[in-house]
Structures are given as C-alpha cells and as structure tokens.
C-alpha cells in the first residue's frame, strides 16, 4: 500500500494542487471513517456518496446489477425502466423527456445545446462564481475564473452576471421585497453585456462553490422574467438534488417551472451518472447528436434507482431531522467577531470568515481533530452524507465551536 501510494503521488497530474490525505482508512461506515490507528474520522464534505460508506443496501443492488445482464444492446434495461418512473413521479410529472449523461457536465452541455437548438437563439445567461462543468462549453459558462483563466479562447455566447449575495450587501436591509436590487442589476447587464440573443438563463438555485442562497423570491422573479423574454430556464440543481436541501428537488420549493432540470453527483452516489429533463421535447431532427455515451448503463442506472428508493423509505425524512440542529449549531457561531456570515439550507451549509488566514486556520484544526471540511478562499463549507447522526452532527458542532472560538481569541 505504502508503494501504491508513492506511485500515485509521483504521476498523478492534480497531485500539486490535490490535498490529499495521508491516512490509511482500514474501515467506513455511514458518515464515519476508522485509520490505520483506531482513530475515528467524521465526513463532512461529500456531495456525492450521500448513502454513506458500506451501505449494505446500496452495495447489493450494484451488485445484483453486475451480476445479472448489464449489456441493453437494443433493448431497455429494468433498472432504467424503473429509474425513468422514479424521475418523472418525484417531479410530479413536470416533464416530458429524460436524457441520462454520464457526467454532470455533459448534461450542462446538452442542456446549453439544445436550448440554442430549440430557440434559434445563440447566448445563455450564467452568474459569477457559478459551477457548471469542466469540459470547453460547461467551463465557458461557468462564473469561476480558475476554470477558464489561460485556457482562451472560449465558447462563445457566454453572458454573466452577478448572483444575488446578501452577506456584505450594501443594499442589505433596505431591499424592499429581498430581491429587487438583485434583479435590476443582472438586467443591467444583461442589457449591456449581451447581443440580446439569449436562449437560455442557467442557475444554481445555491451557489455549491460558496454555498450563496439567493434570497427568497429571486429565483421566482428571474424565472418570471425569463419567460417574459422567451428565454428558457435551466435549473442546474447538480448538486442541490435529490434531498440535499431537505426536499427533493429546490424547484419544487419555489414557484417555478423550469424548461430543464438538471441532475447528479448525488443522482448515483458516486456512480457515473447524470439525467437532463426537459419540459418541451425538441425536434426528431435535433436528436442523434445526443446518442451514444454510457449515462444510461444498466449498473450506474441500478445504483441511482437505490438513492431514490433510500431517499422515499426514509432518507429524506432523515435529512430534514438533522438538518435543524445542523443549521441552528452553525447560526450559533455568528456570536463570533471572526465570524463574517453563515449561511445553509438542509444538509449544505458555509461559515464565511473575515479572513481566509481565519477560515484556513479553521479548516486545519478541524481536520486535526478529525473532521473533514471543504474551503474555499474566506468559507469552510460542510456537505455531510445524508446518513449522519445527529449524535455526530453534535459532536462537530461542539468542536467547531471550540475551534471558532480560539481563532477569535488568536485574532
């Protein structure tokens, strides 16, 4: 294992900028990790094994998969059959095709196409700081500069704007409906940054690189608005779905309706595999291009029909009971003057620091300690396993309290 490792860490390309750890886990189960040591570790950055480790259920419905005939040739596969009914039933039939990618940046990138397709139109509207992919098209329309920084030309008909962010806000408080200033602004530059061509606008209803909620209403109005501009909607609930937040998908939280949802990472938790689902179905004309790929392959569609089964049975239920003393643990924390915001909604959640020496120096406690944590800049953020217990979630809340805390008397 030792000589594996020594391997790994000479040829593998993102070694320089990967953390990766240097523990050897003998043992998992749930949210939990045991190393070489004894010791125990808590997960709370996971965004797609949202079943948790050894989850016996999980593990035999892929295994069956494999067992069993997981070659479709020209025919449909059960799991597929049965994972197409679980989409359109828990979206209460809002849609009218499905398309299974193998990766949520192609199912960005079909969702862009065809939008264009549909519309006759050439340009989408995505917001700063967005995350939509790594491949040409989805990197071009996401809003984070170190996906596309030195990697020029892009694709055209990108248009951005800026995601409405309440912390620091100078307009904070005096809002009138929450989201007014929000709006007016990304018309401003939609107006004046756009050949005023677009297809398509594409959000994140939380921003997953800094866990930004907009504030309510907003995705609403800009739906509203959208469609008042024959605009389609695409909800890139990539990482959002599937009872992240505590309902199963953040659309049906809102009054809206979009022309295209997007899903994954949780969708197979941690199986490749990703679903478009658009309202309107386009042209025969506008398919073939979309054939081919291995989204729709018989085990990776066994595993997602698992995730939905869990989430109906109890899962999701699970997720809105622990999620109450997750998100009032991490609001406790704003007594703190390190403390800039906290924000979250279910099982996602970010503590913003003043600094990123603060949020740094926090992220590396924690992980002393034996939480693992996401940062990123100024924000620690927490994607626990929908499988936590609240005893565990107790048990972080009390050391992040205690880390928080010497950070502010360091400070």
Known sequence: MTGDRA????????????????IEFVSASGAAFVGADGREYLDLSEMCKVLGQSNSAYTEAITTAVSGINSDKEGISSARARLYRYLIETTNGDFSGIHLCSSGSESVEWAVRLAKKMTG???????????????????????????KAGYGPLAPGAVFAAYPRCAGCVHKGSCGDGYYECLERMKQDYRFSSAQDLAAVIVEPYQGA?????????????????????????????????????????????????DMLLLGKALGNGMHISALLVREL????????????????????????????????GLLEHVQKVSVGFLQ????LKKYKCVFDVRGIGLV????????????????????????????????????????????VNRFLVALDEVTGTCESDG
């Open 7 to 22: 391997v790994y860490g000479k040829y593998d390309l993102l070694a320089p900028v990967r953390d990766c750890s240097p």
């Open 121 to 147: 139109r050439t340009e989408v509207l995505s917001f700063w700081n967005s995350i939509h992919g790594r491949t040409y098209l989805s990197s071009s329309i996401s809003g984070l500069p170190r996906r």
């Open 210 to 258: 800094d866990i930004s909620i907009p504030p309510e209403g907003y995705l609403d109005a800009l739906w509203t608005w959208a469609k008042e501009q024959g605009m389609m909607f695409i909800m890139d609930e990539i990482q959002s779905g599937l009872g992240r937040t505590g309902a199963m998908y953040c659309y049906q939280r809102e009054d809206i309706r979009p």
């Open 282 to 313: 386009p042209e025969k004309s506008a398919l073939p291009p979309l054939t081919g790929g291995t989204g729709d392959e018989t085990v990776a569609c066994a595993a997602a029909c698992e995730v939905f089964r869990q989430l109906e049975e």
């Open 329 to 332: 643990g991490l609001r406790a």
């Open 349 to 392: 959640a970010a503590v913003e620091f003043c600094t990123e020496e603060q949020a740094a120096a926090v992220w590396r406690a924690m992980r002393e300690r034996g939480f693992f944590t996401g940062r990123s800049g100024k924000v620690v953020h927490f994607r626990p396993p929908y499988v936590i217990t609240e005893e565990q």
